[in-house]
């Protein structure tokens, strides 16, 4: 696929990567004055959260281990079911640990319901969630979500680890896909 032929499926840039890379500096240094002296652990959920991790982790003034989940619905169904199937698991014990979930976006927020049961029940000391993007109006739960980048309409975005059937995650910007790709 050619730049003029990606281009003509976005309808609009949302987030710029520059607003993206300040806006994770500043998430940084919250997280980093939030967690002084304590341990944490990052984890990504894949695949969606590569981007948001690699550029978190990396504004971070200090190091903290990584590890990644990988879910999926259940169900044909393009939405979120809330019902989850584990792809990936954790290879570290949570027990004791003071957590933070890396994900790119939080739509109706089941998907992220269900992580943080599942998480509780495996004894963290303590559980937070970075999200990049939040979609308000889509929201079905409400998550308790301490550091959110940006608030954003409901339309279907990709770039930036965002996909849609597998493209577009490489982009820089966080855009909205136009309809006619989708319909
Ligand atoms: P829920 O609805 O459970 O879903 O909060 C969260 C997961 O659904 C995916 N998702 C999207 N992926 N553009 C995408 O490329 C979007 O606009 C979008 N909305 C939701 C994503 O994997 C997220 O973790
Ligand atoms: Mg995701």
């Avoid at 987030?15 to 240094?29: C, H």
């Avoid at 990709?158 to 790709?181: F, I, K, M, Q, S």
Wanted: glycine share 6%; net charge negative.
């Amino acid at each position: 696929m050619r730049a003029a032929e990606i281009q003509d499926d976005l309808a609009q840039i949302l987030v710029t990567e520059e607003e993206i890379l300040a806006k994770l500096d500043e998430l940084a240094t919250q997280v980093a004055a939030d967690y002084a002296g304590k341990d944490l652990i990052l984890v990504g959920v894949l695949k969606g959260a590569v981007m948001v991790m690699a550029d978190f982790a990396r504004a971070l003034p200090f190091h903290a281990p990584m590890d990644w989940m990988a879910v999926s619905s259940y169900g044909a169904s393009t939405k979120s079911s809330g019902v989850v199937q584990i792809r990936k698991d954790l290879d570290t014990d949570l027990n004791g640990k003071h957590v933070l979930i890396v994900e790119d976006i939080i739509d109706s927020g089941l998907t992220l319901s269900w992580l943080l049961e599942n998480f509780e029940s495996r004894g963290a000391e303590s559980i937070e969630v970075l999200a990049l993007l939040r979609k308000p109006e889509a929201a079905k739960v409400v998550i308790d979500c301490r550091y959110v980048g940006f608030d954003i309409p409901t339309d279907f975005v990709v770039g930036y680890g965002l996909d849609y059937d597998e493209r577009y995650r490489n982009l820089r910007d966080v855009a909205v896909l136009a309809p006619h790709v989708y319909s």
